[in-house]
Every structure is written in structure tokens, then in C-alpha cells.
């Protein structure tokens, strides 16, 4: 099947700094990607759509000067958590569809972030 | 909108009985997609399967085994002589077609723990 990995798989970082989280898709082109966030013992809860070549749509209430999104190719999607505090330690996970109309989506391993 | 319920926040068995976990759904759409995934204590989401909304048929995979009703908007999971390596938090999903709500909408997931 379809492949999407994440880096880092785990981040630990100082509260105020930048982190960025790198999701590909490594054998299939991904027209969409979209990013999750999985506080502990929670749901996945989706935080933006991220479409190639466009500004990512994000959900209410996920603001968008603090998660910056690229989706700079077709393999390619960045997550940079800006400015990071306690609060944003979460799991964040990405997935990758191609957009073939079979609406199948390839999550991520997804990546641990702890602010400290 | 779109809603996903699984009322059932965890579920404890011994190992070899039977075991179904509840979905009810709500969405708009026509035309849907549900899904079940299982996450493991690594995190990584692992798909089990994807059900068209105009395809009713039951399924069967090994031990695994799934009941779409539309009729009561549910997609049941079913694990036959459950095994201790089932043990993980298990989420049902909703992606909508033609809203363009393509992300999945998870359910707040069921943990299972299965003993030895």
C-alpha cells in the first residue's frame, strides 16, 4: 500500500521556539494532505486541508499564524508549529490522499511534540 | 455536520470471547465513506477497512468483521475470539463526498483491553 512518513517521529523543544514537522508521500503523488492533532487520550481532531499550490484551509478555531502549513509539491507537506508552548504538546499526525475518487487516505506514523 | 459516536469509551474482555464496538454516525451526505482504524499504543494508525455508503454487505476478514446499517446510521466491528495483540484504541471514521468534507471525522475511539 501507499506510503506517508513524518519527521521527527518525536521533538522535544523549548517553549518559544519553532518546529517544524515534514509529511511525504513516498510512492504516490498527494493533491491533498491534511494535518491532525491528538492531545492525549483524545480523538484525532483535523486542524487544516492542505491542497498543492494553495493556501491550506484551516478549521475554526486553529489559528493559522501559529500552525503555518506548505504544501510546496505534490510530495510534500510542512507543519511549523511557530512560537510553541506547553500547550501545543500533542501528536500530530499527517495523512496524504491522492485524489483519485477512491477517498482512501495514508496517515502518517505521526510525530510527538513536548514543549517544555 | 458531520458526527461520529462511539459510546463505548472502554471495553475490557478475556481473551478468546467475542467483541463488538458500537459507531453511530451522522452526516448529510449522500455519499460517504466509513472507515475503522485501529491505533496501537505506538500511535501509528493502522486501516482496517473502508465502506462505501451504497455498499450494505457485511464483511469479514479473518476474526474481524463488520455490520453497516444504513437503516440506523451504524458500522459495528465485531472481533471474534479476540486476542491480548487486539488490545488498542479503535476509531470509526466519516469522510463525505460532495461536500468536500474529505478529511475523516473521528469518533472519540473505544479502547479495548483484551486479558490474558
Known amino acids: 500500500g501507499a506510503v506517508v512518513s513524518q519527521h521527527p517521529s518525536r521533538v522535544i523543544c523549548k517553549s518559544g521556539t519553532s518546529v517544524k514537522i515534514e509529511c511525504r508521500s513516498l510512492?504516490?503523488?498527494?493533491?491533498?494532505m491534511f494535518w491532525y492533532r491528538q492531545f492525549p487520550k483524545q480523538s484525532l481532531m483535523l486542524m487544516a486541508t492542505?491542497?498543492?499550490?494553495?493556501?491550506?484551509?484551516?478549521e475554526q478555531g486553529v489559528e493559522k499564524d501559529k500552525f503555518l502549513i506548505n504544501h510546496a509539491s505534490l510530495t510534500l507537506s510542512t507543519l511549523t508549529v511557530t512560537s510553541a508552548h506547553p500547550e501545543d504538546s500533542s501528536f500530530y499526525i499527517c495523512?496524504?490522499?491522492?485524489?483519485?475518487?477512491?477517498?482512501?487516505?495514508?496517515f502518517g506514523p505521526g510525530t510527538r511534540l513536548l514543549v517544555l | 455536520a458531520q458526527k461520529v459516536t462511539q459510546a463505548q469509551t472502554e471495553i475490557s474482555v478475556v481473551e478468546k470471547e467475542d467483541v463488538t464496538l458500537d459507531c453511530v454516525y451522522e452526516?448529510?451526505?449522500?455519499?460517504?465513506?466509513l472507515f475503522w482504524y485501529k491505533q496501537p499504543p505506538s500511535g501509528e494508525l493502522v486501516f482496517l477497512i473502508r465502506?462505501?455508503?451504497?455498499?450494505?454487505q457485511n464483511e469479514i476478514s479473518g476474526r474481524y468483521s463488520w455490520n453497516f446499517q444504513k437503516s440506523t446510521s451504524s458500522f459495528n466491528f465485531t472481533i471474534t475470539a479476540s486476542q491480548v495483540v487486539d488490545s488498542a484504541v479503535y476509531f470509526c471514521?466519516?469522510?463525505?463526498?460532495?461536500?468536500?468534507?474529505?478529511?475523516?471525522?473521528f469518533g472519540s475511539g473505544t479502547r479495548l483491553q483484551v486479558q490474558p
Open positions: 465502506r462505501n455508503s451504497f455498499d450494505e
Open positions: 452526516t448529510r451526505d449522500t455519499t460517504y465513506y
Open positions: 510512492d504516490f503523488q498527494a493533491t491533498t
Open positions: 471514521a466519516l469522510s463525505g463526498l460532495y461536500t468536500g468534507r474529505r478529511a475523516l471525522t
Open positions: 495523512s496524504a490522499s491522492p485524489g483519485t475518487g477512491k477517498e482512501t487516505q495514508y
Open positions: 492542505s491542497n498543492e499550490g494553495s493556501k491550506a484551509t484551516y
